[in-house]
């Protein structure tokens, strides 16, 4: 892109003057409607070293109310912040509905300069690129706006503002010896940049190149082309997204219906003896997990009163408190519901050789939020896709990723609900949610077989675990768990 790019013809000083005054204008207006329409913003500005960026958004926040826009100048990341996936440090910082997100450098920046320095091999850059179109598109299908601009200056050019800012000690901190580096390697970054940007130009998030040598034509194309950009958000805002073909490698699952439940029991003798082993395995491969920095994600989904709780104390009976965490999820708060549905998990997301264990999670998307009219049908239509995307970039930052429906059948169901609403220290687990729930079972039923089929992959399984015996349940946990640990240290080893 770069290297076939055309510069545009810059119009006349009086004209360039209106245009911008225009565009600013019209900025001020735009960000009311975005308001009202709860359209959120995240503006992406890469480009070479010393060629205005920061300037630029200086001169774009101007015209936005300060409540409504946020500026994040992507460094970087901290020891810390590569314990985690590749994306978390950007999808944590996505707008909220009807605000603007600003970044000074962001994903691209880092994937190319890791690309630059030898650090990703073509594999791990194809696989960057992969995660990076598929978190514009999930962003996009779910409503954002994302403008890609890339500030283009030549060599010539990069090295004069680098000379001029050293020269002055007031301005020589804004020069790196990355931006040294980069201009003493122009050419080479031009060809990185170049095959980046052809890599992840797409129709949903295409990049725009602007003239930088310029600051207010620089700021006249961006302004112009952000001012476009919400005008057909705008106008857009209630488009159905096709749904992609799942091509995920999915694992056959059984309907709920077709799972024999009652003669799956266990001793009350050999549950102890079983649990005091697996806990011990369990313990130990905790510690390895950690020295290993293998993440693991474990996911409980279930019917109401099938025990999950129960089951989790057991697992987490074993583990080092300092290295798990259980994440109870809720209904989202308000702050939650203005995001991207997946935000909340990926801002959850454990650190390497960390254990999360979420009760309940991304997958009330394609029930919950499904069944009680919490989001279109195109959205939990398009969910199933966007999951297993999400997991596969669990995958393949190296988590171990498990999943457990905690299955009973209906008159078990009523046998536990009574038995709470009996008995005055378990009230407090029942609620009238959960009666209406039950209502609706067959419903549910069909919506999680459908969960069931569409998610469970080669990478992320589902597991079924029979609850009508609670202790069945939880060993049955405890050995899955137990043995997709082994495995993976194994591959480590």
Known sequence: MLKNWIR??????????????????????????????KLPVLVLIEGWGAA?????????????????????????????????????????????????????????????KERLHGVL??????????????????????????????????????????????EHKDTAWRVSRGDVWQNHHYERCMDVFDRYMEDTNTPSAPWYIIDAKGKKFAELQVMETLCTGIDTALQNDSLAVPLL?????????????????????????????ELKKLQAQLGRLH??????????????????????GGNIKRLTGALDPRGFEVLPIASPSPQ?????????????????????????????????????????????????????????????????????WVQIDKDTQLERFTDRQNTP???????????????KWDVYEAAVDEMLQKTSTTYAP???????????????????VVAALEKALSAEA
Not at 425 to 439: A, H, P, V
Not at 462 to 480: F, N
Request: charged share 30%; proline share 4%.
């Open 462 to 480: 589902w597991h079924i675990l029979e609850s009508v015996d609670k202790r069945y349940a939880r060993i049955k946990a405890l050995k899955i």
């Open 52 to 112: 205005g960026k920061g300037s630029i958004i200086g001169q774009i926040i101007k015209h936005i109310d300060p409540r409504f826009f946020k500026v994040f100048s992507m460094n970087a990341p901290t020891q810390e912040e590569r314990r985690k996936p590749f994306l978390t440090r950007f999808f944590e910082k996505i707008p909220e509905a009807g605000k603007f997100t600003l970044m000074d450098s962001g994903w691209m920046d880092e994937v190319t």
């Open 425 to 439: 220290s378990k009230q407090w687990k029942l609620t009238d949610e959960d009666w209406r729930n039950r209502e």
């Open 121 to 166: 091999t073509d594999e791990m850059y194809a696989q960057r690129v992969d995660s990076v179109k598929r978190f514009e598109r999930q962003l996009t299908d779910n409503g954002y706006l994302v403008l890609k601009f890339f500030f283009h200056i030549s060599q010539k050019e990069q090295s004069q503002r680098i000379s001029a800012l050293v």
């Open 287 to 308: 510690n390895r997990l950690y020295r290993k920095r293998v993440p693991v994600v474990i996911v409980y989904e279930g019917w109401d009163a099938a025990g999950k």
């Open 336 to 404: 939650e519901k203005a995001r991207h549905y997946l935000w909340r998990f990926w801002t959850n997301l454990p650190k390497d050789g960390h254990i999360a264990i979420f009760d309940r999670s991304w997958y009330g998307r394609v029930m919950v939020e499904r069944l009680e009219g919490f989001c279109s049908e195109n959205d939990w239509q398009r969910a199933y896709y966007e999951m297993n995307e999400f997991e596969q970039e669990l995958h393949n930052w190296g988590a171990v990723v498990l999943k457990f």
């Open 8 to 37: 545009p013809a810059k119009p006349a000083k009086d004209e360039l003057k209106n245009r911008l005054k225009a565009a600013q204008a019209k900025l001020e207006t735009q960000q009311m409607l975005l308001k009202d329409k």
């Open 245 to 273: 073909q799942n091509v995920f490698p999915l694992v056959k699952m059984p309907k709920l219906s077709q799972v024999p439940l009652k003669d799956k029991t266990l001793s009350e003798q050999v549950y102890k003896e």
